[in-house]
T-cell receptor
Framework: QQQVKQSPQSLIVQKGGISIINCAYE??????FPWYQQFPGKGPALLIA?????SEKKEGRFTISFNKSAKQFSLHIMDSQPGDSATYFC??????????FGTGTRLTIIP | KAGVTQTPRYLIKTRGQQVTLSCSPI?????VSWYQQTPGQGLQFLFE???????NKGNFPGRFSGRQFSNSRSEMNVSTLELGDSALYLC??????????????FGDGTRLSIL
């Protein structure tokens, strides 16, 4: 049972543009929403995380927007750079439950 | 500070064999979680160990097992290997257990191929 739905599956953005990846969740008990970035041959690395008591969190060029009523959260990458080309995973969990991951978005930034 | 170390990086086995993968967490981290990553299923949780006790388990058959030692190092064992077990196996460590919302730090994985 997929509890975190991620879209799009792949995304191509021009350098300098805004990359947007969306996730929707079903379990209203989720209270922790991290995003991970994974480069080929490497493990996922924590990028940024948010809790549902805030609607937005920004770290440098990366911003998470959270809509609790719609049960959706999204990652925005401003001024996208070729070095941002990677696979991005959203995730969610609550309590002592395991992290449930989205299916991933392969982001490609073209010059 | 050294990151999460997984050994070996690559492994080739044949059907029916068994395999043991190793994970050394970041120093001071007491929680170790294991994940299976495949192109079709994405990242799937196997189990979590905290202070040598298994706290959580994913939906995998009993052929997949693990343990954690007193120094927090962890091993994962897969017995009677099947072709479908070919995957990247990732280990992640954190200071607190799952649910404490401490960030999880991943190793670079062990790529297991079953022939």
């Amino acid at each position: 049972q997929q509890q975190v739905k991620q879209s799009p599956q792949s995304l191509i953005v021009q350098k300098g543009g805004i990359s947007i990846i969306n996730c929707a969740y079903e379990n209203t008990a989720f209270d922790y929403f991290p995003w991970y970035q994974q480069f080929p041959g490497k493990g996922p690395a924590l990028l940024i995380a948010i809790r549902p008591d805030v609607s937005e969190k920004k770290e440098g060029r990366f911003t998470i927007s959270f809509n609790k009523s719609a049960k959706q959260f999204s990652l925005h990458i401003m001024d996208s750079q070729p070095g941002d080309s990677a696979t991005y995973f959203c995730a969610a969990n609550f309590g002592n439950e395991k992290l449930t991951f989205g299916t991933g978005t392969r982001l490609t930034i073209i010059p | 500070k050294a990151g999460v170390t997984q050994t070996p990086r690559y492994l080739i086995k044949t059907r029916g064999q068994q395999v043991t993968l190793s994970c050394s967490p970041i120093s001071g981290h007491r929680s170790v979680s294991w994940y299976q990553q495949t192109p079709g299923q994405g990242l799937q949780f196997l189990f979590e160990y905290f202070s040598e006790t298994q706290r959580n388990k994913g939906n995998f058959p009993g052929r997949f097992s693990g343990r954690q030692f007193s120094n927090s190092r962890s091993e994962m064992n897969v017995s009677t290997l099947e072709l479908g077990d070919s995957a990247l196996y990732l280990c992640a460590s954190s200071f607190g257990p799952l649910g404490s919302n401490q960030p999880q730090h991943f190793g670079d994985g062990t790529r297991l191929s079953i022939l």
